[in-house]
């Protein structure tokens, strides 16, 4: 089944209410998510899938408290940093996506660092979106077309994508969102067009290997047609 998905995408979500759960500090559910995003990439990149797009801050992400929004950029930089601390370990590269500009600069520089150190990697892509928002995304792309002058007539769904933060990646197969919620809430809008969804009731922190392993065999059991029907 892995040899016909090319891209998985994982929506965290959960943190919070698994730290309200455990009455600790929301701060210390979001750093146990991001360590299950390091672990779960770890052992997807050992069995050999070749593409992982994890969102972990969106755009409306800014909306919560300033205390929140701090404690978790300091833990995105603290994360963004192991991976430049293990670059010359691993073979895994790692990208980000997403509208970095409203990032302080000392989480833009790790992430500039990272995506250098590791550019030339040839184990799985690591795909992170960070102060990405799907609408947002698309918005990006309309004003870059815009800037660079595109004749309309020129425009297609081709030229469109490759103005996307996934530009030259292929569309995710599998969307596995984890907490229970059944909705997009603003992912990636334009290249699930054809996505599979899977929906875990378990809170991000607790989500492991296993359970994509069962998302996997929700996908392998799926007719993908992609807007045609055969026979």
């Known amino acids: 089944m892995e040899k016909r998905m090319e891209h998985i995408a994982i929506t965290i979500d959960g943190n919070r209410r698994w730290a309200k759960e455990k009455n600790i500090p929301t701060k210390e559910g979001h750093a146990a998510g991001l360590i299950a995003v390091r672990k779960l990439a770890d052992e997807m990149n050992a069995a050999g ?26 833990l995105l930089r603290l994360f963004f940093q192991k991976y430049i601390d293990n670059a010359q370990t691993s073979d895994m590269r790692v990208c980000v996506i997403g509208d970095l500009a409203r990032l302080d600069v000392k989480l833009r ?26 609408r947002d995304d698309i918005v990006r ?13 020129e425009i297609n769904e081709t030229l469109f994508s490759k103005y996307l933060d996934t530009a030259g990646l ?16 603003n992912f990636m809008l334009w290249q699930f067009a054809y996505t599979e969804f899977y929906y875990c009731e378990k809170y991000w922190p607790d989500f492991r290997f296993d359970d994509l392993k069962e998302a996997i065999n929700s996908f392998g059991k799926r007719e993908r047609r992609f807007g045609g029907r055969q026979g």
Request: net charge negative; charged share 30%.
């Open 49 to 74: 899938f070749k593409m992982l797009t994890v969102w972990v801050f969106s755009t409306e992400n800014w909306k919560r408290s300033e205390e929140e929004v701090s404690d978790y950029m300091e």
């Open 109 to 134: 520089k790790c992430i500039e660092v990272l995506t250098e150190l590791t550019k030339d990697k040839k184990g799985m892509l690591l795909n992170i979106a960070v102060n990405y928002g799907g």
């Open 141 to 153: 792309a309309t004003k870059k077309i815009i800037t660079d002058g595109i004749n309309p007539d």
């Open 170 to 185: 292929p569309d995710p197969d599998l969307l596995v969102r984890t907490g229970g919620d059944l909705r997009l809430s």
